[in-house]
């Protein structure tokens, strides 16, 4: 059941889920926190599932200036006061895991351990921030439509796009549902973010890293980066995925979770 709760002047949609050691999951971009319905499933039994809609995206408030990571991270960390929770599992895919970055870097004491899917530690290029800033005006002008086939090539492999339609229409849907003014915050505030590769090597929390084996967008050569870096994490490399590892291949990634989850119990 959606719940919604005004942390730092906006307002903040969420859901809560299960009962146990608490895990944030953080959604991607122009997601929503619906994408993690099949992970809510595989953990709800044994965890408590915290799943915010990011700051512009979802049903949570959208704001004019660029949302940073950061921004996002301290609506998080709002939330997570609001709810009476000091220490999580965090977790993130794509923007998410920017945003999951950010949080460890500024609340590290929070963070009992770590999830990055699908994401990477570098900035953008100068390149990519200009296609950001491309896209940011596209949806404003033209909607969310205007981005919608290009975001699917690029988080979907081409054998989903041809042959599994539910899931296709799972992320049509999701993108359809993004605020337009949300999503150019999101875009403009990714494009700012702080390069986190030297971050890396100071985290100190169990971390896992996932990525699917046909991502192109945060490729397996930034999941091994990041493995390299974070002292004793370990990678999964999702065979068959691209960039939304977890809705085109859910057992694998949901099997990788669960496992990691019931290492860390006493």
Do not use: C
């Not at 370990?234 to 859910?250: D, K, Q, T």
Request: hydrophobic letters at 45%; aromatic letters at 4%; proline letters at 6%.
């Amino acid at each position: 059941m959606t719940k919604k709760i005004r942390v730092r002047g906006i307002e903040m949609a969420y859901d809560v889920e299960g009962s146990g050691p608490p895990v944030v999951l953080l959604h991607g971009y122009p997601f929503n926190r619906s994408m993690w319905r099949d992970q809510v499933e595989a953990l709800q039994a044994t965890n408590r599932v915290i799943m915010p809609d990011l700051r512009g995206l979802g049903e949570t408030e959208a704001t004019p200036e660029p949302a940073t990571m950061n921004e996002m991270a301290e609506d998080v960390a709002a939330l997570l006061d609001e709810l009476k929770i000091d220490r999580v599992t965090l977790g993130g895919l794509s923007m998410g895991g920017y945003v999951a970055l950010a949080f460890i870097r500024r609340f590290p004491l929070r963070v009992r351990a770590l999830i990055l899917a699908d994401t990477r530690p570098q900035t953008d290029t100068e390149e990519g921030k200009l296609a950001r800033e491309e896209q940011a005006q596209k949806v404003l002008e033209e909607g969310m439509s205007a981005i919608t086939d290009l975001i699917l090539k690029k988080s979907l492999t081409p054998a989903t796009l041809a042959g599994r339609p539910d899931i296709v229409s799972r992320v049509r849907e999701m993108i359809a549902k993004s605020n337009p003014l949300g999503a150019a915050a999101a875009l403009r505030g990714m494009a700012v973010r702080s390069d986190q590769t030297h971050f890396l090597a100071s985290i100190l929390a169990p971390t896992l890293i996932i990525v699917g084996s046909e991502d192109q967008l945060t490729p397996p050569s930034d999941a091994e980066l990041m493995r390299r870096e974070i002292r004793g994490s370990r990678l999964v490399v999702i065979p068959g995925a691209a960039h939304v590892s977890n809705l085109e291949r859910p057992a694998e990634f949901n099997h990788a979770l669960t496992e990691f989850l019931r290492a860390l119990q006493p």
